[in-house]
């Protein structure tokens, strides 16, 4: 079971003018814990790390299974504990952020989900978050409204039927 609270992220939004729409979503999950690391984080993407080539696989299928309207690049980035993903549309690509901390069943699960917000995209969100009064709630119904449940659905089938089921 997952709880998502998406929110615009005003930081990256003044930080970068061109990001017309980004979402944050937190996620607590049961059952799986972001990777704990002692001290400061490796710098080290765990996209490169050995051990990771389900999520790699996951990824590259979902690409060719599941296409979005603008490409997507994945990156690794320092997010607080609590967010373990984030969705970004720039003019010309989605970005989706996630959490460095993350182990390998949590960073798939995760990518599903942000790969939903990629699929289910659309230009009224860009809208709501470019206005600088916009209610937390109001932008989280928005984000996760039926579109998104279908894209989601789409994502999580295919991931489960054709990505697990067939070597």
């Given at each position: 079971?997952?709880?998502?609270?998406?929110?615009?992220?005003?930081?990256?939004?003044?930080?970068?003018?061109?990001?017309?729409?980004?979402?944050?979503?937190?996620?607590?999950?049961?059952?799986?814990?972001?990777?704990?690391?002692?001290?400061?984080?490796?710098?080290?993407?765990?996209?490169?790390?050995?051990?990771?080539?389900?999520?790699?696989?996951?990824?590259?299928?979902?690409?060719?299974?599941?296409?979005?309207?603008?490409?997507?690049?994945?990156?690794?980035?320092?997010?607080?504990?609590?967010?373990?993903?984030?969705?970004?549309?720039?003019?010309?690509?989605?970005?989706?952020?996630?959490?460095?901390?993350?182990?390998?069943?949590?960073?798939?699960?995760?990518?599903?989900?942000?790969?939903?917000?990629?699929?289910?995209?659309?230009?009224s969100l860009d809208?709501?978050?470019?206005?600088?009064?916009?209610?937390?709630?109001?932008?989280?119904?928005?984000?996760?409204d039926e579109a998104?449940?279908?894209?989601?659905?789409?994502?999580?089938?295919?991931?489960?039927v054709d990505i697990?089921?067939?070597?």
């Open positions: 079971m997952l709880a998502c609270s998406m929110i615009p992220d005003p930081i990256t939004k003044s930080a970068r003018r061109m990001a017309p729409g980004t979402v944050t979503c937190r996620m607590q999950a049961a059952g799986f814990k972001p990777l704990s690391l002692p001290g400061t984080c490796s710098s080290t993407s765990f996209l490169t790390r050995n051990g990771f080539n389900e999520f790699r696989k996951v990824v590259s299928r979902l690409r060719v299974l599941c296409p979005t309207g603008k490409p997507v690049i994945i990156r690794t980035a320092w997010l607080p504990p609590t967010t373990l993903g984030e969705c970004i549309r720039r003019p010309s690509r989605f970005v989706i952020r996630l959490n460095n901390r993350l182990d390998e069943q949590g960073a798939i699960e995760t990518v599903l989900h942000e790969w939903g917000h990629a699929l289910a995209w659309n230009y809208r709501l978050a470019k206005q600088p009064d916009v209610d937390r709630d109001e932008f989280e119904r928005a984000s996760h998104w449940g279908c894209a989601y659905a789409r994502v999580w089938r295919t991931y489960s697990l089921a067939r070597p």
